[in-house]
């Protein structure tokens, strides 16, 4: 926490209340939407999917609605306050089986929009706060490590989330003397909807888990099936609302923290008002020209993590429902005497409890390299975490090839269903991996936005990177309806594809996000240009953007900035013989020129300098022989 602005932990506190009503939500939505309207997985996937599309879709919306007003702190506050109408809206308890499916289906999808609609003021908006804490130059040199610790407070909340819900679901299940069972809701909605007639070894089983449901041991006869399975779900559902309201809870004290912090933030319209002299015209058209180049590469980044969101966001969708159905969930039972920790949903804290864990140890490497002058850039580590999340899909792919698909399993009994589930260390191990891909790439990106994105475009910037998770989470459905329709390898296989795929794309255009990242800080001067200190140079003065070089008169046909990378410093004061003389400036143009293929940046492609560039390349290269020789 050493050098980082005060306002990080405040902002992380709020944010960490709103993501642990948040990952109660995520823990058991898609579990919420099977058990309370008997949707299949492929049709409560469309839900999901357009939900948590909606979530980061909408964070472009609350981008915009920022940037417009300027009031980047009232737009916070009002998305605490909606996300808490939203979580009401379905916290509110309603029979189960519901009496008109339409209705009730459309009333938790209007909430769940809701919720989407205050995330998106909420979420990319606070990290734009957060972004602005380190244009102070004090704070610069510490952005990635800021953001590193601010993802690892949020996810704090995230640990503790599902344990809460699986907590108050369990307890409301125990004050009506049910136990709990994950299959035991899509069972009882088949008997309701096809009684007798269910498809292979379903009645067998929906009887053998009935008469186990009871706390009590009573049992359950064949006339009582139908009162049963009405009254096991209707409780079971209840307590999935009273988990919401748990949520609604934690809004509020995230609202609270927030606005007791609420002037340690920084202000966007107050830095916007004192702003520095106006610009040249020129200067204005360079600036254009460089905010395009920026755009291009955050929307190249853009592209590439779709793919890593349609693949790490399954956590919530078709990993959830593979812990349900092919995990051993009896050996997690925690009993807490007014409740038990058991449930499916316990797998949703594992990922939090990583991120919380690991954060320091990531830090601390990338420290480490920084300290051996091994400086990874975050492209790079985003390419390299790209191929961690193939690896993650590569391990579960390997424990599922002796499993059976989705259809085969409805007709297995109870007991042969028992004897193939694998060990819950399996999902750890998944999360494990998952989880360090995800630290080399959500912190990071947001730390690259932050670093690339034009200052006026701070919020529009943090909606688009959360827009492209919104087109990942989008294709989410894809998961649930290979889960479905394909052997139980071949639907981790894809995500392998996907996310092996996107790793080779990132590290083709890794250079040239590199040169992105480092042209941020490169200097908007006319008539300037960046050479090596050590070319006698005695008119030049400091550069501020690139340490270790000087600036020096333009060479003929020059008029534009040109940043030197240090890499190429050595071999220009080499060839530099003097910066008073024309010939001086036509060794740093010829130097320039030829290492500009390598990374330079250069401008003013005129004719003329097309021309010369020939010419200079190869005085430069007879220059170097005689040199060596």
Same mark, same amino acid.
């Given at each position: ?31 919420? &939407? ?30 915009? &609605?920022?940037?417009? %007003?300027?009031?980047?702190? =009232? %737009? ?13 809206? &379905? ?14 289906? %459309? ?28 244009? +102070? ?64 070894? =379903? ?26 399975? +009405?009254? #096991? ?55 254009? @020209?460089?905010?395009? @180049? ?26 959830? #429902? ?44 990338? =420290? ?62 998944? #999360? ?27 919020? *529009? ?14 294709? *989410? ?79 003929? =046909? ?27 400036? *036509? ?5 320039? *020129? ?36």
């Amino acid at each position: 926490m050493k050098g980082q602005p005060k306002g990080l932990i405040a902002a992380a506190l709020a944010n960490m209340g709103e993501r642990f009503g948040f990952y109660i939500m995520m823990a058991i939505l898609t579990l919420f &939407i099977s058990a309370k309207f008997g949707l299949n997985e492929t049709t409560a996937g469309y839900i999901y999917s357009g939900f948590y599309a909606s979530i980061y879709l909408l964070a472009l919306v609350g981008g915009i &609605i920022a940037d417009k %007003t300027r009031n980047y702190k =009232g %737009t916070i506050m009002w998305g605490l306050v909606v996300m808490s109408l939203g979580y009401l809206i &379905i916290a509110i308890p309603t029979p189960t089986p519901v009496s008109s499916l339409p209705l009730y289906l %459309t009333l938790t999808c209007v909430g769940l929009l809701v919720i989407a609609f205050g995330n998106g003021l909420f979420k990319g908006n606070l990290q734009a706060l957060v972004g602005q804490m380190y244009d +102070n130059k004090e704070f610069s040199a510490k952005r990635e490590s800021g953001f590193q610790i601010f993802y690892m407070f949020i996810n704090i909340g995230g640990f503790f989330a599902p344990f809460v819900a699986i907590g108050v679901r369990n307890w409301w299940l125990k004050v009506n003397n049910f136990d709990y069972n994950a299959k035991l809701p899509e069972l009882c909605h088949e008997y309701l909807a096809k009684g007798e007639h269910m498809a292979g070894e =379903g009645l067998a089983n929906l009887t053998s888990y009935a008469n186990s449901a009871y706390l009590d041991g009573t049992p359950v006869s064949a006339a009582g099936l139908h009162d049963f399975c +009405n009254g #096991y779900l209707d409780v079971f559902n209840r307590g999935f609302h009273y988990a919401f309201i748990a949520a609604i809870v934690m809004m509020l004290v995230s609202l609270v923290i927030y606005l007791s912090n609420k002037r340690r933030f920084p202000d966007p319209s107050k830095k916007a008002a004192a702003g520095g002299v106006k610009a040249s015209a020129e200067e204005i058209t360079m600036s254009a @020209q460089e905010i395009r @180049q920026r755009i291009y590469a955050l929307f190249a980044v853009f592209g590439v993590v779709i793919f890593f969101w349609v693949s790490f966001h399954q956590n919530g969708y078709s990993l959830t #429902y593979f812990a349900r159905d092919y995990v051993n969930l009896d050996v997690i039972n925690i009993n807490l005497g007014f409740t038990t920790i058991k449930g499916a949903e316990i797998f949703q804290s594992v990922n939090p409890f990583f991120v919380v864990t690991l954060t320091p140890l990531i830090m601390w490497f990338f =420290g480490w390299l920084r300290k051996r002058n091994i400086e990874v850039s975050t492209p790079m580590k985003i390419a390299i975490g790209m191929g961690i999340a193939a690896t993650a899909y590569l391990f579960l792919m390997f424990f599922s090839f002796a499993l059976p698909d989705k259809a085969a399993l409805a007709g297995m009994k109870a007991d042969q269903v028992q004897s193939i589930l694998v060990t819950p260390w399996v999902m750890v191990g998944l #999360y494990f991996i998952l989880t360090v891909a995800e630290l080399f790439i959500s912190p990071l990106g947001l730390a690259f936005v932050s670093k690339v994105a034009p200052p006026h475009m701070q919020g *529009l910037m943090q909606g688009f990177w959360l827009a492209a998770t919104a087109v990942g989470n989008a294709l *989410l459905f894809v998961g649930g309806w290979l889960y479905m329709h394909t052997p139980m390898w071949a639907t981790w296989c894809v995500f392998v594809a996907a996310c092996g795929m996107s790793m080779l794309v990132m590290l083709s255009m890794v250079r040239w996000l590199e040169r992105r990242e480092r042209g941020r800080g490169c200097p908007v001067r006319l008539s300037m240009v960046c050479v090596p200190c050590c070319a006698r140079d005695p008119a030049g003065m400091s550069c501020c953007a690139c340490p270790g070089t000087r600036s020096a008169l333009p060479p003929p =046909g020059l008029s534009r900035p040109v940043c030197v990378p240090a890499v190429f410093q050595a071999l220009l004061g080499i060839l530099s013989l003097s910066a008073r003389t024309e010939a001086g400036h *036509l060794a740093h143009c010829s130097s320039l *020129l030829l290492c500009s293929p390598f990374g330079v940046l250069f401008a003013d492609e005129t004719e003329e300098n097309r021309k010369l560039f020939w010419f200079h390349k190869f005085s430069f290269y007879i220059c170097l022989r005689i040199r060596n020789i």
